[in-house]
């Protein structure tokens, strides 16, 4: 039911962009089929193939790895903003006056 269910999902989303075209026969079917083909062929290779799910699971740790550095990033600014004594923001008679 539930593979069903995900058939009809599909189907439902690309008659919604078939019907929302303006120009329906621009559409290639064969365009179509390949993109699905080549969607439906990936998600095998990573959900049924053990070297797919490592290939994917070291490509989220890396990703993981540069998020991280943003994260740590931001703390860095943000945290030199607050403990900075020096820094006061601007009073409303120089940003009036400048």
């Known amino acids: 039911m539930e593979r069903i269910s995900s058939l009809l999902g599909l189907l439902v989303f690309l008659g919604i962009a078939y019907a929302l075209s ?5 559409i290639r079917l064969k365009t179509v089929l390949w993109g ?4 439906f062929g990936l998600a095998v290779f990573v959900l049924k193939t053990g070297v797919g799910q490592a290939l994917f699971s070291w490509l989220g ?3 993981n790895r540069i998020l991280s550095f943003s994260y740590v990033g931001s703390e860095f600014v943000s945290r030199s903003c607050r403990s900075s004594s020096s820094w006061r923001p601007p ?4 940003i009036t006056s400048g």
Request: aromatic letters at 0%; glycine letters at 6%; proline letters at 0%.
């Open 22 to 26: 303006t120009d329906r026969r621009a």
């Open 36 to 39: 699905l083909g080549l969607q």
């Open 61 to 63: 740790a890396k990703i």
């Open 91 to 94: 009073s409303r008679s120089s």
